[in-house]
């Protein structure tokens, strides 16, 4: 089955994933340190051509035009070195962001605390948004369609249109996925396949029935998951937006197997 398979092979293949990705940021970090240093030398370079400039009038001026040129010397040359200084100590974050990383992924098993590859992720039940969300990624992970199904809620509206998108689909399919819930958990499932680590980087609660999660590392831009809490447990909310997508990626093509 498909969603099991691509447990299987995230599993076996995530390591190569992560170092892939983490040379590629290591990549990026040095094509921003280089731009970061030509900036450097075009300025120098500036400098030093503005200091040229005030040498070759000093060699005419008289001495009040020479002090004053050498205060711009002076001047020059201290806003040089504070490039410089601010440069390093970016640079220096960023070395230590990195490691930071390095590190994270290598030995953090909590999402609440810093980025965590997504084959490490938990089963730590559903009594709290962020403990859903941990085993919502878990259950992806290993292929347990039937667990992502009961996690996931549809209002009213929602709930219509995926019942149309599932009615759309090819018959075989339709039998095999016969609920919209169903269906919006094989969607994520497969939405997060190819990713590496998440983090929980805030949880809000309008009211004591819906929470939001603020995720980190799944996308450029960090995602908002609405939740709202079930009979059993918090649940993931399908807004009819969601819905779109849903029907956009099952017109794709027939979903992948799972359980």
Request: glycine residues 8%; hydrophobic residues 45%.
């Amino acid at each position: 089955m498909k969603i099991a398979a691509v447990g299987l092979m995230l599993a076996g293949g995530m390591a190569g994933t992560v170092l892939l990705q983490l040379d590629n940021r290591r990549l990026r970090q040095r094509i921003a340190e280089a731009r970061g240093q030509k900036e450097r030398s075009d300025r120098l370079r500036d400098a030093n051509r503005q200091a040229q400039e005030l040498l070759d009038r000093a060699r005419t001026d008289g001495d009040d035009g020479k002090r004053a040129i050498h205060a711009d010397v002076v001047r020059l040359r201290e806003e040089v070195a504070g490039l410089e200084k601010r440069a390093e100590e970016t640079s220096a974050k960023l070395r230590a962001q990195h490691q930071a990383d390095v590190e994270a992924l290598a030995s953090n098993r909590d999402p609440q605390r810093g980025l965590v590859r997504l084959e490490n992720f938990q089963a730590a039940g559903r009594s709290t948004p962020a403990a859903t969300f941990q085993t919502f990624v878990w259950a992806a992970m290993k292929g347990e369609d039937g667990t992502l199904a009961g996690m996931i809620a549809l209002p009213d509206a929602a709930q219509e249109r995926a019942e149309a998108v599932v009615a759309a689909l090819p018959e075989a399919v339709r039998t095999k996925y016969s609920t919209p819930e169903k269906l919006a958990a094989l969607f994520f499932a497969d939405a997060l396949t190819g990713k590496t680590a998440a983090q929980i980087v805030g949880v809000t609660s309008p009211d004591a029935q819906h929470a939001i999660v603020t995720v980190h590392g799944l996308a450029d831009q960090e995602q908002n998951v609405p939740m709202q809490l079930g009979a059993e447990g918090w649940q993931i909310v399908v807004s009819e937006g969601m819905v779109d997508k849903l029907a956009s990626w099952a017109r794709g093509g027939p979903p992948p197997a799972g359980k």
